[in-house]
Each structure stands twice: as structure tokens, then as C-alpha cells.
């Protein structure tokens, strides 16, 4: 596959917007990162499964909720097939030894990250475009409610990103059409969802009646294990300091 690294519109935030350091073990990884950031093809699908934990402009944009609508547009009317094989073919060369496949077993939380986004971008777009029956996006709604930030809580959990205990989303149907996306994908283990959607399960039926959503993973398949970067409670105190600092 050829990289195409023509240049694209600057007004929609990208992943990785800081600086990416210098904690790589591989001297191949910091190039396969500034090459896959500079392809604008990759640029097009304004990927929202990386730019939920790696991008601090997407963090600033969803303290508004016009802000963010804007950029799900972006990221919702794309060629959703070709941009997810363009991410399934970056996530199988992160891995490569002459990439960052070192970092990548070592755990580097940042290639951890961008696997794992990557891996994640078809259950992440299938949950971030539902919309409410007022039309406007689900993801936009929970991101934007400062009065129940746990709303956004659901959307990290195809990142690997457990659902911190105690968390109650609202039941709405919002949440029912997230957890029911995201619930289709946790039959493939080389998905973070399928690690996560349990648990996060049995506390939203808790809270909105056992039989709201699926409680259980749908039926296994076989498949290579996905990297584990921070979890338990350090990924959930992660997240909880995320949100944190959108609604202060």
C-alpha cells in the first residue's frame, strides 16, 4: 500500500497533536508514526477511535457541542470500508519489528494507543454515528453533558478502557443503541471491546434493569491477542482524569 502524503485540511483536529517524545525503543517507530500521520488519506477518515485518547484539539473541540457535531460529520461521512482497511493495515505494520513492534510489546502506552485505535475504528465509528431520535449525534450528546459525564463513558470501552465502578450512564436509548453496537463486536477477541463489555454490562444493567442490554460477550471466535495497555483501575482513573479536565 502506498502512502499518500499530499497535504489536507488543517481545520479538523488530528491524532498524536502533541509531541510524540522520544520513548521509543525501535528507531523505525517514530517515522512509521509521522508517516501514518502525514498520509491524508488516513487524514480523511478523521478517525474518531484515535482521536477519543491522543488528540488534545478533539478534547478542546468537545466542550462544544457544535464543535463536535462538526467533527463526527467529518468523521461519519467517510468511505467507512476503505478507511477501515487503511487502519487494519496500519495496525498489522505497527506491529513489524522494523516499525514499532518492540514498543508494542514492551506495552509503550503510545503505540499501545494507536494499535489499539486503530484496531477499534469500525466498533468506535458504528457507536460514535448513532444518532438520537432528535437527530443529533448520541456521542455528542454524552460528551457535552457536563451534568452526567459518565454518559461518555461507554465509548472508551472499545479502546480497552474499563468502565470505572460506580458508573451510571443514563438509560436512554442512547445508550441502549451504543452498548448493542458495541456488543457486535465483542465476539472477536482481537478486539479491546471483547475485554472490556462485560463488566460494563452487568453495571449498566444494574442500574437501567437486567435485561436492557446484552450481558455477555457474543459467542467467541479465535483470534490473536490484543496488546493490554493500562488497565483495570489505572485506565479508569485515566479516563475519569481525561473528562475531568473538559468539564472544569
Not at 442512547?174 to 453495571?203: E, F, H, R, V
Not at 485515566?238 to 472544569?248: C, E
Amino acid at each position: 500500500m502506498t502512502a499518500d502524503t499530499s497535504s489536507t485540511s488543517t481545520s479538523l483536529p488530528q491524532p498524536f497533536d502533541t509531541s510524540l517524545g522520544s520513548n521509543f525503543t525501535s528507531p523505525g517507530c517514530p517515522t512509521f508514526f509521522n508517516d501514518f500521520l502525514a498520509n491524508s488519506t488516513f487524514q480523511s477518515c478523521v478517525p474518531l477511535s484515535l482521536l477519543l485518547q491522543t488528540s488534545s484539539g478533539f478534547f478542546q473541540d468537545t466542550a462544544s457541542v457544535v464543535r463536535t457535531t462538526q467533527v463526527l460529520d467529518a468523521s461519519c461521512n467517510v468511505n467507512v470500508a476503505a478507511c477501515a482497511s487503511l487502519m487494519d493495515y496500519y495496525a498489522t505494520e505497527i506491529t513489524k519489528d522494523d516499525n514499532c513492534g518492540p514498543d508494542y510489546h514492551m506495552n509503550n502506552p503510545t503505540v499501545v494507543e494507536a494499535y489499539e485505535g486503530l484496531v477499534a475504528y469500525q466498533p468506535v465509528y458504528q457507536a460514535g454515528c448513532l444518532k438520537a431520535p432528535s437527530g443529533s449525534y448520541c456521542f455528542a450528546n454524552a460528551i457535552t453533558n457536563a451534568s452526567s459525564p459518565t454518559d461518555s463513558y461507554p465509548y472508551y470501552l472499545p479502546l480497552g478502557v474499563a468502565l470505572p465502578g460506580g458508573s451510571r450512564p443514563t438509560c436512554n436509548s442512547c445508550l441502549k443503541m451504543t452498548m448493542n453496537a458495541l456488543w457486535g463486536y465483542t465476539s472477536n477477541s482481537t478486539q479491546p471491546i471483547s475485554q472490556t463489555y462485560s463488566d460494563a454490562a452487568s453495571q449498566v444493567n444494574i442500574n437501567c434493569g437486567p435485561t436492557f442490554i446484552n450481558g455477555t460477550n457474543a459467542v467467541s471466535r479465535s483470534g490473536a491477542s490484543v496488546a493490554s495497555g493500562p488497565s483495570g483501575l489505572s485506565t479508569a482513573v485515566a479516563l475519569l482524569a481525561i473528562l475531568a479536565v473538559l468539564f472544569t
